[in-house]
């Protein structure tokens, strides 16, 4: 009988002390969960947000000190570069220049006759259809041909942009706005298979395309820039295209293609686009 009273009594005492600690560790638990969303909200960054934008111009000139680490890294690739843009691929006997000429100049000239030469194969291969006339714009040309040998590097001066050529197919109402579009920019354009001849009174005397007189009811296919069939230059005519073919070619490589080619280059102002005085 005692040992029951005793047994009873230990079970009693041990359901205390389990009820007593089970509430401690809810308690503890308690703490814990409160303590780490506590922490965690005011450890919480807030967004940052830009306040302020500063900048200074920092003048490169011979007063900054080479480092030569970064010298005899860069050195060698350098070299290369400069070996390769300079390798002679012409000759020009004499300075090709964009402002000689009123209304055609041998540096225009000399651009478009090379893509009409070199982007027209492209064309006929991809599509079947022949080029029929180029067209680029005068500020693209942005530096002369100097008189001497002609290298990639001389490339890379004359059109430094990474415009690619792209051919357009242009009803005969667009042609002939884009023919009244350069009389009326008074600015040599460069041309190529089309030949515009005003007379004294900038009304149209003669257009031919490829020596043709011009026909207002076919579609003809005119190179141009990537930049100009955009919008460039205000040339909105080319919004009027009816088939568009991209050649994924780099007007500027064109031009080192076509240096490659010629012994000498030397482009003549001529009648492609010329105004009468009678």
Same mark, same amino acid.
């Given at each position: 009988?005692?040992?029951?009273?005793?047994?009873?009594?230990?079970?009693?005492?041990?359901?205390?002390?389990?009820?007593?600690?089970?509430?401690?560790?809810?308690?503890?638990?308690?703490?814990?969960?409160?303590?780490?969303?506590?922490?965690?909200?005011?450890?919480?960054?807030?967004?940052?947000?830009?306040?302020? @934008?500063?900048?200074?111009?920092?003048?490169?000139?011979?007063?900054?000190?080479?480092?030569?680490?970064?010298?005899?890294?860069?050195?060698?690739?350098?070299?290369?570069?400069?070996?390769?843009?300079?390798?002679?691929?012409?000759?020009?006997?004499?300075?090709?220049?964009?402002?000689?000429?009123?209304?055609?100049?041998?540096?225009?000239?000399?651009?478009?006759?090379?893509?009409?030469?070199?982007?027209?194969?492209?064309?006929?291969?991809?599509?079947?259809?022949?080029?029929?006339?180029?067209?680029?714009?005068?500020?693209?040309?942005?530096?002369? @041909?100097?008189?001497?040998?002609?290298?990639?590097?001389?490339?890379?001066?004359?059109?430094?942009?990474?415009?690619?050529?792209?051919?357009?197919?242009?009803?005969?109402?667009?042609?002939?706005?884009?023919?009244?579009?350069?009389?009326?920019?008074?600015?040599?354009?460069?041309?190529?298979?089309?030949?515009?001849?005003?007379?004294?009174?900038?009304?149209?005397?003669?257009?031919?395309?490829?020596?043709?007189?011009?026909?207002?009811?076919?579609?003809?296919?005119?190179?141009?820039?990537?930049?100009?069939?955009?919008?460039?230059?205000?040339?909105?005519?080319?919004?009027?295209?009816?088939?568009?073919?991209?050649?994924?070619?780099?007007?500027?490589?064109?031009?080192?293609?076509?240096?490659?080619?010629?012994?000498?280059?030397?482009?003549?102002?001529?009648?492609?686009?010329?105004?009468?005085?009678?």
């Amino acid at each position: 009988m005692y040992f029951y009273i005793c047994t009873n009594v230990n079970n009693i005492h041990s359901n205390y002390n389990t009820k007593i600690h089970t509430k401690m560790i809810l308690k503890i638990k308690q703490i814990v969960i409160i303590t780490t969303i506590t922490c965690f909200f005011s450890c919480k960054q807030e967004k940052p947000v830009l306040t302020q @934008i500063s900048g200074k111009q920092i003048q490169i000139s011979d007063t900054i000190k080479i480092t030569d680490s970064i010298e005899q890294f860069v050195a060698p690739y350098r070299d290369r570069i400069n070996e390769v843009l300079d390798s002679t691929l012409a000759y020009a006997p004499k300075t090709i220049a964009k402002n000689d000429g009123a209304l055609n100049t041998t540096a225009g000239n000399l651009m478009a006759d090379a893509v009409l030469e070199l982007a027209g194969p492209i064309f006929k291969t991809r599509t079947g259809s022949t080029l029929d006339f180029v067209l680029l714009n005068h500020g693209g040309i942005r530096s002369i @041909i100097s008189a001497g040998n002609v290298s990639a590097r001389t490339a890379y001066e004359i059109m430094p942009f990474e415009n690619t050529i792209v051919v357009v197919g242009l009803k005969g109402d667009a042609v002939l706005e884009m023919v009244n579009y350069l009389i009326n920019s008074k600015k040599p354009h460069p041309i190529a298979g089309l030949q515009i001849i005003l007379n004294k009174d900038d009304s149209i005397n003669v257009i031919k395309i490829q020596g043709l007189p011009f026909d207002e009811s076919k579609t003809y296919y005119v190179a141009t820039s990537d930049y100009l069939v955009n919008g460039g230059d205000r040339m909105d005519f080319f919004k009027k295209n009816v088939t568009f073919t991209e050649t994924d070619y780099r007007i500027r490589n064109l031009m080192i293609d076509y240096f490659s080619k010629k012994d000498t280059i030397a482009p003549i102002i001529d009648d492609r686009f010329i105004k009468l005085d009678y």
